[in-house]
Every structure is written in structure tokens, then in C-alpha cells.
């Protein structure tokens, strides 16, 4: 919803506040401002200018060179290249020095050599978009359809002084969907009163019956309607206060008789519709639901198929109007209509609703019935729409309104309990604050005992039980104002269980290796929840009874997928060197149809692609690559103290790289896997080398940990030992590490592989592994012959459970 800020000075005297405070206001009364928009952006120096002569420029076709009035002692001369310039016309004009959007600022210039001393503007070069221009100035420059002083701000005449408030409704307070029930909300908020707009109504002797009839077939889903008939309307443009406040809502101006109707739904909330009344092709109004198949043409010129769920505007015969979704494009007012057939009815939302999504046809007024509207405001929305157009186009209303009335108009009344509302909120409040408060909020109220019962009016059709009213006095006494408190207990609050404790190292160190985490949906399609590298079939996937699109239609089995879209994303906007992680839930079931609760597992899963370092001074670059992801993860087990519990193994995973994946296990258990995406797989997702892990997170958290035990520095040297040993390809070096580590013993404190070699000095299907031992005792200083005899009992071992020889 957009406010204009001059706009709502109209119900509600607020010239002392500014836009930006109400905003602040609004926002901490539990409406959201999202943006303050200045329609000014950044211009000065556009006053109203009027075309004395034009003239074609000697040199160039298609130019006009123009003496112009602005308010100076003599005229300037402006070149022009507008279509529509012409003698006689008051134009917008940027003077000499003027500045417009984007800095542009006007000077003094010869175009073919005709000097020119300003600029004739169009809408659009003053910052209003196109989309919002009306279809007379969509190309060329802007003319004043009404009188103006030469010399005038033109900003102020076009709005463009003004401020835009967009309001970020939740869908319960649909109240603030219109103008006034912003400007309730503000004078609730400031302590103000509300000013309504004043009707009135000018009917001929005539009387509308003589000219329609209304029949509604189902009362629940149209309890009322009206039907109001205007004679000798003149349709043409809509004078400027009216287009200027229509492009401040977002609406483009059409025609004074559209507009108005567009003008009373935003002041109101009530959607409204015209027809042509000559055009409606009889002289009854019925409102029914269609028949399967039945087809009619809306505004937009598309052609609807309709079914039974639809509820239809008819003539009796003919479909004319989608209630309240579009109207038909058969009885379309237009610039020959005479007489209108003016309709203002309350529709059942979820009918709208239905009919709206069926048709892929999402409306102003469909979104404002589709939330309820305030059934007290038809009728009097109705009558204020009949005045303006009367007084815009010139109508003439006819006497009485026909309508159906079955809408039954009853304020909801609430108990509130003073003792449970501080209770709830753990404040204080008087009874007296709380009156006050509801004064505010111009809701009725009577004293029952400890109680008050208290009656909202019909436009605040949110408020339906007594939390709704807690809601509302903590949102106006202010929730600044509410103590901060704790819950009492036997233990201290606040505190992580260890579990929490363990995800928190966990994330924080994945982020101290340079890793940013994303947080992504738990849906997402079928085809994404097939698993990625792991053992849940789809078969095992959990959807939804009623998903809001296939697109997230099922919980997702692993996390790799999503983080795919998240590098997707980035990669498609030049991000090229990313990193992420995240810690989420993955959903599993055992059953076909599901009658338990689903298998929620937590994980965490990593993407890499593109540069892990990059220094340019020196010209280093290092691409990521797997051992730089598995030195994440172990660095990760070292964090959690399961570094000499885990091991990483060689394998093939369906979607990853054959020769660069192996599988995690820890303590036995085989807890997930790290590695290349296949090639194959990278295309798909279009993305380039990419590298992934993802782990069980809640084994790692839940995993037992040897104490941590403190050792005294050495006060003796320590003995290095290197060896080379050649073994089969097949063989894998953790397995001879862990050989060593074994036979080492208690003099063995550290085992590095420092060195790896395949190529034509080694035997066909051989390679060569080096590794660094470092042997010490805490408590003397080694001897050759001690380190010899612990060395030759490693080197024996190795020999025996892995088949190596010492290379020559």
C-alpha cells in the first residue's frame, strides 16, 4: 500500500509531523514502513511556462524552435523536438541551471545553431515512470490541461513535492489497505481525530428502478449489491489533483469516470466497477455463478474460460464482470458512454479468492476482497464514487439505488481481563490507560466488573479474541515501554545446552576459514529431492498434502542441491569465487504414505568454487581444490576433539567426480562424504568446477570425546626420521599412517606425509609415499639406538600389514 503523505493530510491533520517520524511512528505500532519515497529526485529550477510561438527550426526537420513565458521579464527560447508542442500551451520548463533526475542539470546550448535556453519537459523526465503516465502523454512532453500561473513551482502543481510512505501489511491488518484506515491508524497513534470525507448527493426525480433490476441467485456469495445509475456523464480526463494522487498510489489515470472509482477504493477500500449502461445489453443485473466452460472477455482483451466455481456479473444472458476480480471488456466505459451503471457490492472473499487464482488474475480489487472488506462502507463508498463522478464528468444521479440486501453489518465485541492482559505482557497498565488507549483507537467499550467489553468497530475485522486486544494496547502504550524481564525458574536463563554449544564452535569455525553461510528453504521440487550422493531414495521423500507450487512441493533430502542455487545465483551476477556453508535439517521417511512424523536429521554441507587465495602483488593464485576441502573438514574434527576418530575413504558416489570423492567415517560409521561434483553434473546445474562435503551433523555433535589432557612442554630434544616407502596405488596413505601411529608407540609423537611420487622411475602400478616421524620422551633425552630400535619395529610392521619396501 502506498501513502501519500499530502494525501492524508486530508482526514487527518498530521503538517507538524514529518513523513520520516510517522514512518518511525507506524513502524513501531506494528505497521512496517518499508520505504519513504521523496517524488522529488533531486530536482529544482521546473516552473510552469507558457508557449507564446512555435516555430520550425531552420536547419532540422524535426525540431521546433519556441518563445516561452516563464515568469520572467522577457520570454526565453527554447529549442524542442516534442511532437506535440504547440502555440498556446502551458508547459513544464527546467530554466537555465535547473536540475532534473540523475543529476542532469540544464544549460545554455545552440541546437543547429538556434540557441536554446531551457527544456520543455514530459512526465518522465521529471522522475514519474511511464507505466504511471496516462496514455495522452506517453510520449512527448507534458501540457497542463488546466490553468496555471506562468512562472509557478511546476513541482508543486504536479505532486511532486510530495512523500510516499509503502507499507508492509501483514494480511491481518487489511484495515490499512485505504486511506482512512491509515489515517485512523495514524490518529490513534498521534491522538488525533479523523476528518471523513463529506457526501453529497444531487438526484433528478427519476428513479433507478425504472432503468435496472438486481437478482442475486446465492445471497452467501453476494450479500449485497447495488446498483446506482448516472445519466449524462462526459468521459474525458480526470482533472490534475485527481491523476496526481492516483500516481502517488502507483494507478495510472484513465479516464475521470475509471478514476474515480479507482480513488474511492483506495480512500475506502471498496472496490467499485462502471458500466456502460447502454453497452450492458439489458435492463437487469444478475449475479450467478457460471457455467463450466462458459467464456467471456475481460479488460485486458484475453478471453476467460469459466467454471462453476466462478461468480459472475450478468445482464441475464451474458456474462459482463468476474465479481470482483475484472470487469468485461463487452460493457467498457469508454470516451461515447453517456449513462453509468454504477456497482458497489460485498463479495464472500474466498469466492473472489477461487476465482482470482483460477485465472491468474490478481487485481486491486480482488487482493482487498479476498481480505474482507468493511461491509459497513459499501453503501456510503457507493454514494461517495456517485458524487464524484456527478461532479467530475458531469452526471446527473439517478433517484434511489437498486439493490439485493442481504449483508448483515455487526461489530464484534470482546471481553478483555485487565489482570491477564499485565499478566501476559508483564507490565503494569491502569484501567485508565487502557480507556485512553481504546479512545484512541476509537473503539466503544463498557465496564463489566473486572472486565471491559469492548466493541471494534466493523473496518477492524482482525480484532476476534482477547489476545488481538492485548495486541493492540501493548502496540499503542508502545513496546518500547514494555519492562524487559526473564522467566523464573529453578536454573539460570540463558544458558546453551552443550548441544547448542557444539553448533555454535561449529559454525563459528566454518566462518573463520573464510566460509559465509546461507540459510535456504526446506522445500524445494521433487526433482531436487532425489539426494544427491546419498542413500535416500525418492521413494523416501516426504511431500506435502498441499504445496503452494511444485517448486517447493517436498522436504528436501539433502542440502547440496539449494547451496547449488545459491552459487547459481551469485556465479549468474559475476560472483565468481564462493565459499558457503550451512547448518539445516534434511526430511526422510520410511513410510509410502506418511502417518508419522517424519525423520529430521541435521546437517551441515559446504559449496566451494573459484579462487581459495589470491594474492595479486605476488601473482599467486590457488583454485580450490579437494585437499583444500578436506583440510576444512578435518580442521573441523580437530575443533570437536575427533581428529584421531575419523578417516576419510576412496569411493564412487553417484553425482560426484569417481577419482576425487571419498566418504567420511567417524568412529566406523560412515557419516558423509567430500569431494568434486561429476563434470556431467556441473553442467546441468551450470556451474563451474565445484567442489561439496556434507556431514551428519548431529554425529558429530553427539559423538563421545576423550578429555582433553595437558602435557608439559619438552625440556628434551626431539629425533627425526624420514622414510620412503613404495606401495601399491591402490593403497591409501591414512592406512600407512595409521600402521606407523600404532606401532610407534608411546615415542612417537608426530607422523606427516610430506611427499608423494608417481612417474617412470617408479614400477608400473607402484608409488611412493615419504613420511616424517618425530619420536621424543617427556622425561630424558633418546639415544640413537632407542629411536633406532622403535624405527626398524615401524618400518617391519609395514612391511608385514601393508606389503611396502623402503624405496632405494
Not at 434511489?400 to 453489518?409: I, M, P
Not at 546461507?518 to 531414495?537: H, M, N, Q, V
Amino acid at each position: 500500500m502506498l501513502v501519500s503523505y499530502k494525501w492524508l493530510q486530508d482526514y487527518v491533520k498530521i503538517d507538524d509531523v514529518t513523513p520520516k517520524e510517522i514512518a518511525e511512528k507506524m513502524t513501531r505500532g506494528g505497521i512496517e514502513i518499508d520505504f519513504v519515497h521523496e517524488l522529488n529526485q533531486g530536482i529544482k529550477g521546473v516552473v510552469v511556462g507558457y508557449v507564446l510561438s512555435c516555430s520550425q527550426h531552420p536547419n532540422a526537420d524535426k525540431l521546433n524552435v519556441c518563445q516561452v513565458d516563464v515568469g520572467e521579464e522577457e520570454p526565453v527560447q527554447i529549442v524542442c523536438g516534442a511532437r506535440n508542442i504547440a502555440a498556446g500551451q502551458y508547459v513544464a520548463v527546467a530554466k537555465v541551471g535547473a536540475v532534473l533526475p540523475g543529476n542532469f542539470k540544464i544549460k545554455k546550448a545552440k541546437l543547429r545553431g538556434e540557441v536554446s535556453q531551457g527544456m520543455i519537459c514530459s512526465l518522465q523526465e521529471l522522475g514519474i515512470e511511464s507505466k504511471l503516465v496516462h496514455k495522452d502523454y506517453a510520449e512527448g512532453i507534458y501540457v497542463f490541461s488546466e490553468d496555471v500561473e506562468v512562472g509557478a513551482d511546476a513541482l508543486a502543481i504536479l505532486n511532486l513535492d510530495d512523500t510516499v510512505l509503502e507499507l508492509d501489511l501483514t494480511p491481518n491488518r487489511s484495515d490499512c489497505l485505504n486511506m482512512l484506515g491509515v489515517a485512523y491508524e495514524v490518529a490513534a497513534l498521534y491522538d488525533r481525530n479523523v476528518e471523513l470525507p463529506t457526501i453529497e448527493l444531487d438526484t433528478n426525480k427519476e428513479q433507478a428502478s425504472d432503468y435496472i433490476s438486481v437478482s442475486v441467485e446465492n445471497a452467501i456469495d453476494n450479500p449485497y449489491y447495488g446498483a446506482t445509475i448516472i445519466k449524462d456523464v462526459k468521459v474525458g480526463p480526470s482533472p490534475l489533483w485527481l491523476q496526481n494522487r492516483l500516481m502517488a498510489a502507483g494507478i495510472r489515470p484513465i479516464s475521470n469516470v475509471v478514476d474515480v472509482t479507482n480513488y474511492v477504493l483506495l480512500e475506502y477500500g471498496q472496490p467499485l466497477h462502471a458500466f456502460d449502461y447502454d453497452r450492458f445489453g439489458s435492463k437487469e443485473v444478475v449475479i450467478r455463478r457460471a457455467n463450466d466452460g462458459e467464456k467471456m472477455v475481460t479488460l485486458d482483451d484475453a478471453e476467460r474460460s469459466l467454471n462453476a466455481d466462478h461468480l459472475l456479473i450478468t445482464n441475464g444472458k451474458e456474462p459482463m464482470a468476474i465479481a470482483g476480480v475484472m470487469g468485461g471488456a463487452t460493457s467498457e466505459v469508454n470516451q461515447e458512454t453517456s449513462t453509468i451503471l454504477l456497482e458497489a457490492a460485498y463479495f464472500n472473499p474466498s469466492t473472489v479468492r477461487k476465482a482470482s487464482r483460477d485465472l491468474g488474475l490478481r487485481s486491486d480489487s480482488s487482493a482487498r476482497f479476498e481480505k474482507g472488506v468493511d461491509p459497513a462502507r459499501v453503501k456510503v463508498a457507493g454514494e461517495r464514487a456517485a458524487s464524484l463522478i456527478a461532479e467530475l464528468a458531469g452526471g446527473t444521479i439517478v433517484s434511489g439505488v437498486v439493490c439485493a440486501d442481504e449483508l448483515t453489518v455487526e461489530e464484534q465485541q470482546v471481553a478483555l481481563d485487565l489482570e491477564r492482559m499485565n499478566d501476559r505482557l508483564g507490565t503494569t497498565i491502569k484501567k485508565t490507560n487502557v480507556e485512553e488507549i481504546f479512545n484512541r483507537l476509537q473503539f466503544s467499550f463498557e465496564e463489566n466488573g473486572d472486565h471491559l467489553v469492548v466493541t471494534a468497530p466493523t473496518r477492524r475485522q482482525d480484532i476476534q479474541i482477547e489476545e488481538d486486544l492485548f495486541e493492540e494496547i501493548a502496540r499503542l502504550y508502545g513496546y518500547d515501554a514494555i519492562p524487559t524481564t526473564l522467566p523464573e525458574g529453578a536454573t539460570t536463563q540463558g544458558v546453551l545446552t552443550r548441544y547448542q554449544e557444539k553448533r555454535r564452535r561449529v559454525r563459528r569455525y566454518l566462518e573463520s576459514t573464510g566460509l559465509t553461510q546461507t540459510i535456504t528453504y526446506s522445500l524445494t521440487s521433487p526433482k531436487k529431492a532425489e539426494g544427491f550422493a546419498t542413500d535416500y531414495p525418492i521413494e523416501k521423500a516426504v511431500r506435502l498434502a498441499m504445496p503452494m507450487s511444485e517448486d517447493r512441493s517436498t522436504m528436501r533430502t539433502s542440502l547440496i542441491p539449494n547451496l547449488f542455487d545459491v552459487l547459481t545465483y551469485n556465479l549468474n551476477r559475476k560472483n565468481s569465487d564462493l565459499h558457503l556453508y550451512e547448518v539445516g535439517s534434511i526430511f526422510t521417511s520410511e513410510e509410502k504414505e506418511l502417518t508419522t512424523q517424519p525423520i529430521e536429521r541435521e546437517m551441515v554441507a559446504a559449496a566451494f568454487t573459484g579462487m581459495w587465495q589470491e594474492h595479486p602483488w605476488q601473482a599467486e593464485k590457488k583454485p580450490v581444490d579437494f585437499f583444500v576441502v578436506k583440510g576444512i573438514v578435518e580442521g573441523l574434527f580437530a575443533e570437536m576433539g575427533l581428529k584421531d576418530q575419523v578417516k576419510f575413504q576412496q569411493a564412487k558416489l553417484e553425482k560426484m567426480h569417481p577419482g576425487r570423492t571419498a566418504v567420511v567415517v567417524l568412529n566406523d560409521e560412515e557419516i558423509g562424504f567430500i569431494g568434486q561434483v561429476h563434470p556431467t553434473t556441473e553442467k546441468q546445474e551450470d556451474l563451474r568446477e565445484t567442489y561439496v562435503f556434507q556431514l551428519d551433523l548431529e554425529s558429530i555433535l553427539t559423538a563421545d570425546v576423550a578429555p582433553v589432557v595437558y602435557e608439559s612442554l619438552p625440556r628434551f630434544p626431539a629425533i627425526q626420521r624420514d622414510i620412503a616407502l613404495v606401495v601399491h596405488r591402490s593403497v591409501a596413505a591414512g592406512e600407512v599412517e595409521a600402521v606407523i601411529r600404532q606401532t610407534g608407540g608411546k615415542l612417537l609423537k608426530a607422523v606427516h606425509l610430506f611427499d608423494l611420487y608417481q612417474g617412470e622411475h617408479m614400477e608400473e602400478g607402484k608409488k611412493s609415499l615419504a613420511f616424517s616421524l618425530t619420536y621424543l620422551d617427556p622425561e630424558k633425552t633418546l639415544t640413537d639406538e632407542e629411536v633406532t630400535s622403535v624405527h626398524e619395529n615401524v618400518l617391519e610392521e609395514i612391511k608385514k600389514q601393508i606389503g611396502a619396501t623402503l624405496r632405494a
